[in-house]
Nanobody, 123 residues
Framework: VQLQASGGGLVQAGGSLRLSCAASGRTFSSYGMGWFRQAPGKEREFVAAISWSGGVTDYAASVKGRFTISRDNAKNTAYLQMNSLKPEDTAVYYC?????????????????WGQGTQVTVSS
């Protein structure tokens, strides 16, 4: 599967953005999906994940209550709604897919990655 992340941009602190991750192929509905981010000089870190059905989600503590992960299997797209953004949310955001439908918090469990989309939050 090929993943295309989009929706990043420049926003003021307290603002919102919605990221999208469009997937090619007919098996998207069977993939577990995750969002990760990488700030300059830092390692890539887990943000959120969602099961193949959308029925189970998980979040990093730093974004819980502010970010919401969702998916539309009919549109082959996963989303990350980001509210109450903070300057420390500034990073390149990546979406990832696991072919077995699982949701993981670690990078190495995901087989497919999108190219990343830049999110910049100004103070």
């Amino acid at each position: 599967v090929q993943l295309q992340a989009s929706g990043g941009g420049l926003v003021q602190a307290g603002g919102s953005l919605r990221l999208s991750c469009a997937a090619s192929g007919r098996t998207f509905s069977s993939y577990g999906m995750g969002w990760f981010r990488q700030a300059p000089g830092k390692e890539r870190e887990f943000v959120a994940a969602i099961s193949w059905s959308g029925g189970v989600t998980d979040y990093a503590a730093s974004v819980k209550g502010r970010f919401t992960i969702s998916r539309d299997n009919a549109k082959n797209t996963a989303y990350l709604q980001m509210n109450s953004l903070k300057p420390e949310d500034t990073a390149v955001y990546y979406c990832a897919a696991d072919r077995d439908g699982n949701m993981y918090v670690v990078i190495w469990e995901y087989e497919f990655w999108g190219q990343g989309t830049q999110v910049t939050v100004s103070s």
